[in-house]
């Protein structure tokens, strides 16, 4: 069954990363934050809670960043070069699985890595609160919004890594990150363009991903609400996103010669 | 029904980075292996056997021809849950122990879930690493993960067999060893398509063999039909270590080796050796028909300078 086959590949997938020590950055993580917890709550008055969410979330965000970055790009190429593909590929595989199954390897790692780090955050919050606020909820819907933005990045290292180099395939979407963090000032400069450049700039706004709408970090921080329309919206947003970016993948991956 | 069809396969790879230009890697290729057969893939080194094999496992796509393993198309992954594939000095996740590798295999592969320990622990034993089960890939040798490939290979109890150089990287006791259990394979009625470019191998294994070079197909036939005794000629040992003159008028060059001596000669001066050692009262040990050996029948289908590139025998 197509399931069963991408469910292993995914547990294979996720087994490299365990033991390629990938969820070591996790002491980097909680090193950082239990340090950002005694520093704040000695020289920040009145805004520690502000200053941890800032800077747990951010770091929630780019330490996966980096993962879902840098194992993404190598999670096709890597098969190939080293020849691992040719053993899976033999057997009652098909491609489309193999892509799909890297893809949830890699998220799913990426999920227990951010579980844990959230876990980091909210012990960081308690130490620096002596307890949790109800506006401490919107942090969930903040690191759901990460996540979401980790299944749109992972999605496009897997789309570069299945017709292009490593470190292009880096390149590719770490630009792509940094641009679709301001997707909604390009969508601003382009509703102001004129002529050839309003639809060169509404074009490149609307193709990158909007990372920016997916960055609730800072409403969090201040205790801000976030609404069911966004939630939805961007759920949908990263989801389609995701799927066609990895559907990309698949159709450039199923024409591919394995030399 | 044959157990593997090739029918016209072809393969044409664009090289080059600014100018791009067409390399043909397999030139309309065609080949029929029965069922229960081993057959060998003989050629130098970039012969495209390698190539043969990727288009075989769907890993390449033909650039024309095609090709059916057991009745079905080559991406048909019914068809792949029948078949086993050793590539060339393969390589495995070296994170996993062999243990864990087989039996990730084994459910690619579609093995029943109470059944995987079972053949796992019985390749591991048929390829002599009983003991190395519970080692992670990154401590073994070349030649032990030659032999995980092998048992990755045979783990699902496959009907056909793709061995690309199966020989590569092992010692002369697991060369033997892999031997015998190509010879057990067979027994069981398997099908094995293996490429080498180690002739004395091909030679000991195989029912029939192909010869490809440059990409092309310069022959195809039963070893014993390629090896056989085309040459007319016999060779007869006798016991001493002298020539007598009365033999020397028969034959010209005669080979000392500790207290015998060998000559080879036309098989219509046979009886007239025979006739003259007799005369001369001396014991003749054998006379056995000069066959072309199969690396003669390879050298001979490449030019000169062609044989001369990766032939081992």
Known sequence: MSGARVAHIASNTFREAVRDRVLYNLIAFAVLMSGAAILVGQISIGIERLVVINLGLTAVSLFGLVIAIFIGIGLVSKEIDKRTLYTVLSRPVRRWEFIVGKFFGLVGTLAVNTFFMALGVFGALLWVSHGFQLADGWVLVALYFIILQFLIITALALLFSSFSSPLLSAVFAFALFVIGSFAEDLRGFAAMAQGAVHWLAAGVAYLVPNFSSLNVVSSVAHGQPISAQLVFSNTLYALLYTAMAVSGAVLIFERRNLK | ?313
């Open chain 2, 1 to 313: 029904m044959a157990a593997i069809e090739i029918i016209g396969l072809s393969k044409t790879y664009n090289v080059g980075f600014w100018r791009k230009r067409l390399k043909c890697a397999l030139r309309s290729l065609d080949l029929t292996i029965a069922q229960g057969e081993i057959f060998g893939f003989l050629g130098p080194n970039g012969a495209g056997k390698t190539t043969t094999l990727k288009l075989l496992m769907g890993l390449v796509f033909p650039s024309s021809g095609m090709a059916r393993i057991l009745g079905m198309e080559i991406n048909d992954p019914r068809m792949k849950a029948r078949i086993g594939f050793l590539p060339e000095q393969p390589y495995f996740y070296d994170y996993l122990t062999a243990t864990e590798l087989l039996e990730y295999y084994a459910q690619l592969s579609g093995v029943a879930a109470g059944d995987r320990r079972r053949r796992v622990s019985k390749v591991l034993e048929q390829v002599g690493l009983p003991d190395a089960a519970k080692v992670q890939l990154r401590k073994f040798s070349k030649g032990m993960l030659q032999r995980v490939g092998i048992a990755q290979a045979i783990l699902h109890d496959p009907e056909v067999l793709f061995f690309d150089e199966p020989m590569s990287g092992l010692d002369p006791i697991g060369r033997r060893q892999v031997r015998d259990l190509m010879e057990e394979l067979k027994r069981q009625g398997k099908t094995i398509f293996f490429s080498t470019h180690i002739l004395s191998d091909a030679e000991s294994l195989c029912d029939r063999v192909a010869i490809i070079h440059l990409g092309e197909l310069r022959g195809v036939g039963a070893v014993e039909d390629l090896t056989s005794s085309v040459e007319g000629r016999v060779e007869i040992v006798w016991l001493g270590n002298s020539v007598p003159a009365s033999v020397r008028t028969i034959v010209t060059e005669c080979h000392a080796s500790g207290d015998t001596m060998r000559a080879v000669l036309p098989e219509t001066q046979q009886d007239a050796m025979i006739d003259a050692l007799r005369r001369e009262h001396l014991r003749i040990v054998s006379i056995t028909p000069v066959r072309t050996s199969l690396e003669e029948y390879f050298v001979r289908k490449l030019k000169p300078s062609e044989a001369a590139a990766g032939v081992r025998s």
